[in-house]
T-cell receptor, first 110, second 114 residues
Framework: QQQVKQSPQSLIVQKGGISIINCAYENTAFDYFPWYQQFPGKGPALLIAIRPDVSEKKEGRFTISFNKSAKQFSLHIMDSQPGDSATYFCAASRSDKLIFGTGTRLQVFP | DAGVIQSPRHEVTEMGQEVTLRCKPISGHNSLFWYRQTMMRGLELLIYFNNNVPIDDSGMPEDRFSAKMPNASFSTLKIQPSEPRDSAVYFC????????????FGQGTRLTVV
């Protein structure tokens, strides 16, 4: 069933460093690619999202890079902070269905 | 709005027992999703509804799992009989269909089958 592949499974970054998480999808019918952030004991919450007609979207320290021809997209967290420590999920969606990757556990050490 | 509400937050049950998880979506949202989260498989989509109608249940692992949405404000996920491998966190999420809008998640139900 897994149509969205995510890597790495876990990531350890020093405070101030760049965190990079990668995802690849198969179904070209997907037209919306959100990233969700999940803290322990909570449900995932939308962090940032992109549509395939745009190659990059930036919101503060968070940037999505999108490569339509390669069917890949990635999340970059600049100046990573300990408060960014969480599990990150990429997802792919069409108008109704929403499929998630397997998640990346990010730990940012001071 | 209080957001997506799930109950119970925690459920411990014995193998073979029936388990029912409940979800109240955000008012006005017409898509509802049930996900199962495990360390190994991440967030798996089990089933989703559009306007109370099940659209895709291909993620439901076995016939032991069933889901209903009798009206726009309530959905259930039932496991009968439950097995230890069903232990996971189950999330319900809702969104507006057709606009690629944000999906809002509940707090989840942590199910432990012993």
């Amino acid at each position: 069933q897994q149509q969205v592949k995510q890597s790495p499974q876990s990531l350890i970054v020093q405070k101030g460093g760049i965190s990079i998480i990668n995802c690849a999808y198969e179904n070209t019918a997907f037209d919306y690619f959100p990233w969700y952030q999940q803290f322990p004991g909570k449900g995932p919450a939308l962090l940032i999202a992109i549509r395939p007609d745009v190659s990059e979207k930036k919101e503060g320290r968070f940037t999505i890079s999108f490569n339509k021809s390669a069917k890949q997209f990635s999340l970059h967290i600049m100046d990573s902070q300990p408060g960014d420590s969480a599990t990150y999920f990429c997802a792919a969606s069409r108008s109704d269905k929403l499929i998630f990757g397997t998640g990346t556990r990010l730990q940012v050490f001071p | 709005d209080a957001g997506v509400i799930q109950s119970p937050r925690h459920e411990v049950t014995e193998m073979g027992q029936e388990v029912t998880l409940r979800c109240k979506p955000i008012s006005g949202h017409n898509s509802l999703f049930w996900y199962r989260q495990t360390m190994m498989r991440g967030l798996e989509l089990l089933i989703y509804f559009n306007n109370n109608v099940p659209i895709d249940d291909s993620g439901m692992p076995e016939d032991r799992f069933s889901a209903k949405m009798p009206n726009a404000s309530f959905s259930t996920l039932k496991i009968q009989p439950s097995e230890p491998r069903d232990s996971a966190v189950y999330f319900c999420a809702s969104r507006m269909t057709g606009m690629n809008t944000e999906a809002f998640f509940g707090q989840g139900t942590r199910l432990t089958v012993v």
